[in-house]
């Protein structure tokens, strides 16, 4: 989607069906007021404008949540469990780069990891071959398999290097934003099995020790499940959840 904030514009993306955007803290200012332009499902012709709120911001990893109210239903994004990328992998950005006082909404860009952590001031990013423009802060970084592994911040001077925050400075602001959206910090998803062949969907509850308890969607009853029964990915994301508190 387009991001509006004063006189600039950025990208954004969906995540979850709650209304939640991710984008860069760059783009909106925390004083004034935030638009946000998006395509409604099946209606690529059309567009909705609508007021934002500022959940959350990070400056530090340049990363800001909005919030909209929801009416119907979104696209929204997979995010990649945080796990490590490779050099050489295929990604594909989706930005609204701008042209003078036109936006170039919805424009595809590829290329290649480059780098997997470029060390720029006191943060890691990927580093990539995709073009990076003017307005595309914000945007989604896909890997082959169409899941975000990146949030594109700023560009080069120099043609074909663009860098975007990786998917773990991402899952952990995440984390601290959903402690403010008034859930008490409960994180709903699909949690994969350690065999990769089953998900549970649920909000996670606790995590005590190596253990975690998960109120499963479908039943309403809470489950105790051992680290070790949750795929890699996941265990990754809950050894972030018990650090980061």
Same mark, same amino acid.
């Given at each position: ?45 059309? &567009? ?6 500022? =959940?959350?911001?990070? +400056? ?15 696209? $929204? ?17 989706? $930005? @609204? ?20 952590? +470029? ?12 073009? =990076? @423009? ?17 949030? =594109?911040? *700023? &560009? ?18 995440? *984390? +601290? ?19 990769? &062949? ?24 809470? &489950? ?10 996941? +265990?990754?994301? *809950? ?7």
């Amino acid at each position: 989607m387009i991001v509006r904030s004063g006189n600039s514009t950025g990208t954004g993306f969906f995540v979850g069906s709650s209304g939640l955007i991710l984008t860069c803290a760059h783009c909106v200012s925390p004083l004034g007021s935030v638009q946000v332009v998006y395509h409604p499902v099946g209606k690529p012709d059309e &567009k909705i404008s609508v007021d934002a709120e500022v =959940v959350h911001r990070d +400056r530090k990893v340049d990363l800001a949540l909005l919030k909209i109210d929801v009416k119907q239903p979104l696209h $929204a994004v997979a995010l990649a469990d945080p796990i490590d990328v490779n050099s050489g992998e295929d990604v594909t950005i989706i $930005a @609204n780069p701008g042209l003078g006082n036109e936006v170039l909404d919805n424009t595809v860009t590829t290329g290649i990891i480059s780098n997997v952590k +470029r060390t720029i001031g006191a943060n890691h990013y990927i580093q990539s071959s995709a073009a =990076v @423009n003017p307005s595309s802060s914000g945007g989604p970084m896909f890997d082959r398999n169409g899941q975000v592994i990146g949030v =594109v911040v *700023l &560009k080069a001077g120099i043609d074909g290097v663009g860098f975007a925050v990786p998917p773990t400075p991402i899952a952990k602001f995440l *984390l +601290r934003a959903s402690r403010r959206d008034g859930k008490n910090g409960q994180l709903e998803r699909n949690w994969v099995d350690s065999a990769m &062949k089953n998900e549970t969907q649920g909000s996670l509850l606790e995590i005590k020790k190596e253990f975690v308890t998960l109120l499963d969607k479908l039943s309403g009853k809470s &489950k105790t499940r051992p680290f070790s029964d949750f795929s890699t990915g996941d +265990r990754k994301l *809950l050894d972030l959840m018990a650090v980061d508190k």
